[in-house]
């Protein structure tokens, strides 16, 4: 006997903007504001509609067919915002597309959001590690910053991107100068 | 709602189908997983850090929970969940058979899966039959008994009222000896009492009648198997096994970690008291430790202290009495250490109670005439005793004995604890010995693992101690020898209620409650016995309780608890050391004899319990050269016939066993060592039997059990016993054994590595020798067993040895059967201690080799006394032979490398030679082929060929190679077709577009390409298309093949048209291609797709005419044999041909029964062919039936004539079944009937095609002038 195989989607729902469950403050992280709970309207059912809805935009009925075998939301934390989904294994690209393609909470709130699918896994149990390991993380990030330490990851990031500035700025420098001497020789 | 019988149909909540249930019911909490919603966990709809941390952690947690959850949730059944030790095999199902604390969760498990659970048959409470409860006759019987009783006594009472006299209960007696002696007491005590257990309470007393119980007997009645109540065992309840499986798990606690203790309060004390002059002199007369090295009278070292009372001695005690004093029983003696002001002293005599009234007979005898008298009492039931081995006792010990109160530095209790990290008694001094008085281990609970400092102080204290043992000098006199301390000690142990309350109330929480003044103080004393390698400690009779159960409770450092043992467990252990057991091992005293008499029964029992099938039948037992029945006895180690035998006189009724056992002695191991390393002996201890103790290890194969006997090598059956010898691996051995030494110089000289390593890879490599090695048991050739005249001895103890990983036993073998004559005695040489070992039972003897054991205990090698022939192992250098495979493997490898290259070289080198060759050839034809032409006319002499390339010269037919052709001869020119060969492949690896420009051998390299074979035609797929698609398909691949590439087929024509540009293609088949086969019966070419269908069609072996067919075989055998005479009569009725049927009126097989319907067509079919002419049929043939070959071939002929063509056909061998068909009927016509209007020469030909492949001369005469 062959059982039914699945993949389960960890997905987190990050807020560019802002939450409409909650009123920020101004002295909020902002990567507590990217990380903002999500309004409790948005429930596991109306989760699992928006899905469907979207794949059978995407892919046509023959994507719901496929994809909507064992679709299920088997964990929906609003205020971390935070899903487990499960999928057909065959199709679970499919679904991932569906919810890298939504831009919006479903539709009485209209806010902009990205659903970031940060793991595939063959079982619940990895997935629900991945989710302990991340909120871990997180956890220990919003500390750093509470005691007023700078957003380490940020930080990078941003100093990662001045970097690229830099040289990218050099780079074309360079090619100007070649272009200089390639006249130069051309006349 | 409505009533059960309506027939609407129900909801489907309401009866759900029972079938459907599941059988494992998920849990569906274990798969939700709870979260908090957003308005929670943000209460107050701001952001901020804190929930946002919280809610974060709630996940964590929430989904931690879901996780073990889940895992709680997996179905495990109760049975799983059984310890290892308890687990069983047959109904490990049953709920009733699982653990107590198991036994709900299985009900329930058992319930849910519907399993039915069966009761067994027998117990309480259920039953056979009408009885249903086994006990409850007995039951109702003994309340019977009691109200008679009570009745009678009643009456009684009123009759003594009667006459006056009162009269007490009625109490249990007990019978033992004293009891006996009691009137004895009040006159004048002669001889001192053997002693009296103490009463039972009364409730336990019935069943204490004609035993004793131990002191933790009701503790081991839970765990472990016990006597039988009606057979006790030395008058005692003897736990003889754990009821869990022990075997291997006392192996492992009593050797390599973890401790097993026994409760040996069985063991009997006799107490001395008395000048210590007096108690030597006891000793004395009873022998005590006559057999070992050591003497215990020296005054000097351990002899000195053992008689201090700081050490104590282990040895036999023998009988006072006889030239050569017969062995009692090994014994422990302690002494009481001096006392100032006292000149009394007291010893303690240790000894197994199957000695002891032996012993107490004679040491009472003896006390008596000592001067000044010696005071012997019964220390039986006073003092009891826990022995406990294994590598964690040391440490058990320390924690459970805790010393009541701490005194100075060098004091036993001081040094104590420090003892913790002992985990070899060997290391203590021999004999040591400790005695203070511990605190009631029940206060200290649960026992703490005891503190085993590491640092290197405390080891550098400990070395000291154990080398110094200041405790021989601070020893002080132990409480132990004091009736009244021991007495005090057992009374003032305190309940156990006291306790518990007092450590409720008294000290912290998890602290051990303080000592009180009142607390007891058990006087104890601890030994360790070297040749046991175990610990001892005497308690009180009834303070051994509370320290049994503080042993079991203690955290072994090395994980879970110490175990406990039975008896089996003790013989099991001193038989992994190879260490003979008193009793059991010693058949020569009085106490092992009886334990043999008492297996001897316990045997036979067993034997006749079996059904007649199931055992063995000793009498048929057959061992060969005309010898039958078992000797003997099969269920005793039969000494009596060793010394029925030996001395003809000895008188022997069988029963008179007494006679046997004086006629036995143990002899100690000691003395028979000596003996058989070749002291002379006198040659009156051949003239009784002589018992010692070896071990026994098997040579090849066989594990010996008890009983089993033990012969020597066959002493006058030289043939036999050379039989015998050559089982023996000696031979192999030392053949080794010689290699090495010539081995040995040879690695002195420093040889090249390289060398060496050579060496020892063919070593390695080399075959093992096909020896043709000793015959196996069972075959033919395999020695027979020796008479019983050289029957040695008997195996008592044996099994597999877990300790040496291979079957070895503890036999008794007799003296003068080992030493024959005793005038010339100089000792056994190797080849007398080989022996043969057979079960009882059986026929198979095996081959043994025995040993005495070693002379010290302490020396744990058993290899050790077995000399030094052992091959030693060869010893490899660390990484050797990781280095030596790597090097094999890479000379291989490189080999095979090599020889590919080679090979691929050599072809290659051949292939541009012949090239060379060919080209320069084919320019000298070439040359000579233009001059020859334009000379013809011209008429000159033929030249020579020859050609000059720049690889090759051509001279007359012999070419010369100018130069290495590999160098020269850039392409390959086949040999055959002239034609460059392509170098590369034209698709897939490897690929190089050639030139199209020329024209290419058809020989293709092969192609290597996925998906593809070796032409480059893709695999075919498209089998499953129909034949249209099929056809479609083929006519796309022919219009591209027009365009571009052409088929191998059609190269001929390719060729012609070529025109400049030759086009290449890929060889081969196409990929449709479908393999074609020859019909062998009609010779049409079918695909053998349809082949199998064709044949059953043209063999005329299926379909319904088939069976009609069959049958007309079987009739038709009998019948008309009016047609040719060789003619097969199937090939007549088969399934005919179309057409060939209705060439004549024959309507017998028209009968025969076709179809009407096909009756009709085929009647048409024949009035064509009728009237068909010659031509008519030839067409016919063409389009269906010949093959595409001789198509052609008749194609290229063209076709002058009628007959020619026919005849052409008929010529051929592959001639078609249908024209036989016809051809016979023609010929049968030409027979019966006028001939038709058909012309006579074609009328002939046709009948050569009839004949089949040997065409008859006259027939071919008359046809070809006809043809031509």
């Not at chain 2, 103490?198 to 006597?227: C, G, N, V, Y």
């Not at chain 2, 590369?984 to 998906?1011: A, F, I, N």
Request: proline content about 8%.
């Amino acid at each position: 006997m062959v059982r039914v195989k699945n993949r389960y989607l960890v997905v987190n729902i990050l807020y560019p903007t802002s939450s409409p469950a909650i009123k920020s403050g101004d002295g909020v992280p902002e990567m507590v504001q990217f990380y903002a709970p999500t309004p409790d309207s948005v429930h596991a059912g109306q989760l699992v509609r928006v899905i469907r809805d979207g794949i059978g935009e995407l892919f046509g009925d023959y994507g719901i067919g496929m994809a909507n075998r064992t679709l299920k939301i088997t964990y929906w934390s609003p205020s971390t915002s935070t899903a487990i989904i499960r999928c057909p294994r065959e199709h679970y690209e499919m679904v991932w597309a569906t919810l890298t393609l939504m831009t919006k909470l479903p539709h009485p709130n209209n806010t902009p959001i990205v659903i970031k699918v940060v793991r595939v896994s063959g079982t619940i149990r990895k997935a629900e590690e991945e989710v302990i390991r991340r909120a871990k993380g997180i956890v220990k990030r919003a500390k750093e910053l509470e005691a007023g330490k700078k957003d380490v990851m940020v930080e990078s990031v941003v100093q990662a991107v001045d970097k690229r500035g830099e040289e990218a700025r050099e780079d074309v420098l360079a090619d100007v100068d070649m272009d200089d001497v390639d006249e130069s020789e051309s006349d | 709602m409505s009533d059960p019988n309506s027939k609407k149909r129900k909801g489907p909540g309401e009866a759900p189908n029972p079938a459907k249930r599941p059988r494992f019911p998920q849990r569906a909490q274990a798969y939700q997983i709870s979260t908090t919603p957003t308005t929670t966990a943000y209460p107050d709809g701001e952001i901020n850090v804190k929930s946002f941390l919280n809610s974060h952690q709630n996940e964590i947690k929430s989904l931690e929970n879901a996780m073990r959850a889940a895992k709680k949730g997996l179905s495990r059944r109760a049975f799983q969940d059984v310890p290892r030790e308890l687990r069983r095999r047959t109904a490990s199902h049953n709920p009733r058979r699982v653990p107590n604390r198991l036994r709900a969760r299985a009900h329930h498990e058992a319930k849910e899966d519907n399993t039915p659970i069966s009761r067994g048959t027998s117990g309480s409470g259920i039953g056979k039959e009408k009885k249903k409860w086994l006990r409850k006759e007995g039951i109702e019987k003994s309340r019977k008994g009691w109200e008679d009783r009570k009745r009678r006594r009643e009456e009684k009472k009123r009759d003594d009222k009667d006459t006056g006299e009162a009269m007490e209960g009625v109490e249990v007696e007990k019978d033992t000896p004293a009891t006996t002696k009691q009137p004895a007491k009040k006159a004048k005590r002669k001889f001192a009492l053997l002693a009296t257990p103490e009463t039972p309470p009364s409730r336990f007393r019935r069943r204490q009648r004609d035993k004793t119980w131990l002191p933790t007997h009701i503790w081991h009645t839970k765990r472990a198997r016990m006597t039988l109540p009606t057979e006790p065992l030395w008058r005692f309840a003897i736990p003889l096994a754990p009821a869990v499986k022990a075997y291997r798990l006392t192996h492992r606690a009593a050797t390599m970690r973890g401790a097993v203790a026994w409760d040996m309060s069985y063991v009997s004390t006799i107490s001395l008291e008395g000048v210590e002059t007096s108690i030597v002199r006891l000793l004395k007369a009873l022998h005590f430790s006559q057999e070992t090295e050591d003497d215990p009278w020296q005054e000097r070292g351990k002899a000195k202290k053992w008689k201090k009372g700081t050490r104590m001695w282990e040895g036999w005690l023998y009988e006072r009495e006889g030239k050569e004093p017969k062995g009692v029983a090994p014994v422990t003696v302690i002494w009481s250490v001096t006392e100032e002001g006292s000149t009394k002293r007291k010893a303690f005599i240790r000894i197994h109670p199957c000695a002891f009234l032996q012993l107490w007979n004679e040491v009472i005898r003896i006390a008596k005439v000592q001067k000044p008298a010696v005071t012997v009492e019964d220390l039986r039931f006073e003092i009891g005793s826990i022995e406990i081995m294994g590598p964690g006792a040391a440490e058990t010990l320390c924690s459970i004995l805790h010393p009541s109160s701490a005194s100075e530095s060098s004091s036993p209790q001081a040094l104590w604890p420090s003892l913790a990290s002992v985990t070899d008694p060997g290391v203590l001094p021999p004999g040591a010995l400790l005695a203070f008085p511990i605190s009631d281990p029940r206060l200290r609970d649960p026992p703490r693992a005891s503190q085993i400092a590491q640092d290197a102080e405390s080891q550098v204290s400990f070395m000291e101690t154990i080398a110094m043992w200041p405790i021989d000098g601070s020893q002080p006199a132990s409480a132990i020898f004091d009736r009244n301390a021991r007495l005090a000690a057992a009374r003032s142990l305190p309940s156990q209620k006291s306790i518990n309350r007092r450590k409720s109330t008294e000290g912290d929480f998890g602290e051990y409650p303080p000592s009180q003044q009142t607390d007891p103080q058990i006087p104890m004393l601890l030994y360790v016995s070297q040749k046991s390698k175990s610990w001892t400690i005497l308690l009180p009779w009834k303070c051994v309780m509370p320290v049994w159960r503080g042993i079991m409770r203690y955290p072994l450092s090395t994980g879970g608890n110490p175990r406990f043992g039975g008896l089996k467990e003790r013989r099991q252990v001193y038989f992994e050391r190879s260490v003979p057991s008193f009793p059991f091992d010693y058949p020569g005293c009085e106490a092992g004899w009886g334990w043999e008499l008492q297996e001897r029964a316990v045997r036979e029992h067993e034997w006749t319990k079996r059904p007649k099938g199931k055992r063995i039948e000793w009498s048929t037992i057959d061992l060969d050269s005309g010898r039958k029945g078992e000797l003997g006895d099969p269920w005793a180690c039969d000494w009596e016939r060793l010394v029925q035998k030996e001395g003809g006189d000895v008188s022997m009724n069988g029963t008179e066993d007494r006679t046997t056992q004086s006629s036995l002695r143990q002899w100690p191991s000691r003395d028979a060592r000596e003996v058989l390393a070749g002291r002379p002996i006198s040659p009156e201890y051949l003239s009784i039997l002589h018992l010692f103790t070896v071990k026994i290890s098997m040579v090849q194969r066989g594990t010996p059990t008890t009983c089993a006997r033990i012969y020597r090598l066959p002493t006058n059956n030289t043939e036999l016993r050379s039989k015998w010898l050559s089982l023996l691996p000696s031979a192999n051995s030392s053949s080794r054994k010689m290699a090495e030494r010539k081995t040995q110089p040879t690695s002195d000289q420093p040889l090249p590595e390289q060398i060496q390593r050579r060496d020892l890879a063919r070593s390695l490599l080399e075959p093992p020798l096909v020896r043709n090695g000793p015959p196996k048991a069972g075959e033919e050739d395999y020695p027979v067993v020796p008479d019983e005249e050289e029957l040695i001895g008997f195996v008592t103890t044996g099994n597999y040895n877990l300790a040496e990983g291979m079957p070895t036993a503890v036999a008794n073998l007799v003296l003068h059967r080992v030493i024959e004559k005793s005038d010339d005695w100089k000792g056994l040489d190797k080849e007398r201690r080989v022996c043969i070992v057979r079960e009882a039972g059986r026929t198979i003897g095996r081959l043994a080799t025995w040993e005495t054991p070693p002379a010290t205990m302490s020396e744990d090698n058993p290899a050790d006394s077995a000399g030094g022939d052992a091959p030693e192992a060869i010893a490899l250098a660390q990484g050797a032979l990781e280095e030596l495979t790597r090097d094999i493997l890479e000379s291989c490898i490189q080999n095979i490398i090599h020889s590919t290259a080679i090979s691929c070289h050599r072809t290659e080198k051949q292939l541009r030679m012949q090239s060379a060759a060919t080209s320069a050839e084919s320019l000298a034809l070439a040359n000579l082929e233009l001059p020859s032409q334009k000379n013809s006319q011209s008429n000159t002499q033929p030249s020579l060929p020859k050609a000059e390339t720049d690889a090759a010269l051509y001279e007359n037919g012999r070419v010369f190679l100018k130069g290495n052709p590999l160098k020269t001869t850039p392409e390959i020119i086949c040999p055959h077709c002239k034609l460059p060969r392509l170098m590369h492949p034209m698709m897939g690896k490897g690929m190089q577009q050639p030139d199209l420009t020329r024209e290419y051998c058809m020989l293709y390299p092969w192609v290597q390409r996925p998906g593809h074979d070796v032409y480059g035609n893709p695999f075919p797929t498209d089998m499953t298309k129909t034949k249209k698609e099929r056809e479609l398909l083929k006519q796309q691949q022919k219009a591209a093949d027009n365009q571009s590439v052409g088929t191998p087929g059609s190269q001929d024509t390719d060729m012609n048209a070529g025109d400049g540009t030759h086009k290449l293609n890929t060889g081969g088949k196409p990929a449709s291609y479908i393999p074609w086969h020859t019909c062998p019966k009609c010779k049409r070419s079918l695909l053998i797709t349809r082949f199998a269908h064709h044949l059953d069609k043209c063999l005329g072996i299926s379909g319904r005419q088939s069976s009609r067919n069959a049958m007309a075989k079987i009739s038709g055998v009998n019948g008309n044999s009016s047609g040719v005479g060789n003619t097969p009569i199937g090939s007549r009725l088969g399934t005919p041909a179309p057409g060939s049927q209705g060439d004549g009126p024959i309507p017998k097989s028209k009968a025969k029964g076709i179809s009407p319907v096909k009756n009709l067509r085929d009647n048409a079919d024949d009035d064509e062919g009728e009237n068909d002419t010659p031509e008519k049929k030839k067409k016919k043939t063409k389009s269906s039936y010949v093959k595409k070959a001789d198509r052609e071939k008749m194609a290229k002929e063209g076709t002058p004539s009628g007959t020619l063509k026919v005849k052409l056909k008929t010529g051929n061998p592959n001639s078609e079944r249908r024209d036989s068909n016809m051809s016979e009927k023609r010929d049968r016509e030409s027979e019966s009937i006028d001939p038709e209007g058909a012309p006579k020469a074609k009328k002939i030909k046709l009948s050569i095609g009839k004949a089949g492949s040997p065409p008859a001369p006259t027939p071919t005469t008359q046809g070809s002038p006809g043809a031509s």
